[in-house]
């Protein structure tokens, strides 16, 4: 099998393998293949060689970075935040990796990730407590610069009916952002952070799932469908939804944290469900339910949160043995 020789080639040559690393990062989209490539190599090889593969993986979106800044005066926000959930959750993922490495649990490194994630959020919030509005000055310098875009693409357009809705668009436009800023602000820095811990362990479950399909078949699965929280998170997660119902702005942003590290413990134990079925359909039934968990978000994902936290003290899975 080819993927197998493959592995085996990036594992054998070590040299070739940073090479690798570094020139594919360069590559749009294809750039993610150099961390999961790094995070393999510290599960198969140690956290030294490890190390050394992260930054092969992570360099090629600082010196991006910095030639975009020498060929412009003014750097978007997006451009910031893009380059700094890229390095972080290259750097999360190396530090996730080696806790699996050391027999961390799932249930452990996400616990800790989302604690990172909340000290983060409280810290910025101390040391800047006027960082909500913050964040809606830069949101409204956003939908300005969309606003500018639609006024131009009106005023170049040639069709009075091209026009008509290019206007109509910039008005609607106009008519939401306001709402839009002052909900968004307040869960501003919270999504950012939960963004990075997010793809930090996404990229370790592709990672374990290279590892597991090639040396453990079967490996990852067990591991994914025994996360289960702890009594102390569930205590936390209850008390700081009472606080966000009361409008707490702290506890507001740190919520997207919480619902992430909730929902993928709810996750973990859908797929343990579904994983008791025995029947042909049940990838047909999986489909389905990630379908309707897309289309009803953000509702779906507090109701799979609400889910893990009645887990901690039911414990489903000892009830559940069969389907």
Do not use: C
Request: cysteine-free.
């Amino acid at each position: 099998m080819w993927f197998k020789r493959f592995t085996k080639y990036l594992l054998d040559h070590p040299r070739q393998a940073l090479v690798f690393t570094f020139i594919t990062t360069f590559i749009p989209v294809f750039g993610i293949a150099g961390i999961l490539i790094a995070s393999l190599v510290t599960l198969r090889k140690g956290i030294v060689e490890g190390a050394l593969m992260t930054v092969a993986a992570t360099l090629p979106y600082v010196i991006s970075f910095y030639v975009s800044v020498n060929h412009s005066e003014t750097i978007p926000l997006v451009v910031w935040a893009a380059v700094g959930v890229a390095v972080l959750s290259n750097l999360l993922t190396y530090v996730f990796t080696v806790m699996l490495v050391k027999r961390a649990t799932w249930s452990s490194i996400l616990q800790i990730g989302a604690l990172i994630g909340v000290l983060v959020v409280s810290v910025i919030h101390l040391a800047y407590p006027d960082v909500t509005n913050w964040w809606g000055q830069q949101l409204q310098s956003y939908y300005a610069e969309a606003q500018s875009v639609i006024a131009k693409s009106a005023a170049a357009a040639t069709s009075s009916g091209v026009v008509t809705a290019a206007t109509n668009a910039a008005t609607s436009v106009a008519d939401n952002q306001l709402e839009t800023i002052n909900v968004t602000k307040q869960y501003a820095t919270g999504l950012m952070i939960a963004g990075i811990l997010f793809n930090a362990i996404l990229q370790l479950i592709v990672a374990r799932w290279w590892q597991a399909i090639v040396f453990a078949p079967g490996m990852l699965r067990k591991e994914l469908h025994k996360i289960r929280l702890s009594q102390l998170a569930g205590v936390l997660f209850a008390i700081s939804l009472v606080l966000s119902y009361l409008g707490n702005s702290v506890v507001l942003d740190i919520m997207p944290i919480l619902y992430t590290l909730f929902g993928a413990a709810g996750l973990s134990l859908v797929h343990y469900l579904f994983g008791l079925m025995h029947s042909n359909t049940v990838w047909f039934w999986l489909s389905v339910f990630y379908v309707t968990l897309i289309f009803a978000l953000p509702v779906s994902m507090v109701l799979i949160a609400i889910i893990a936290l009645f887990d901690i003290w039911l414990d489903v899975r000892k009830r559940v043995k069969r389907i």
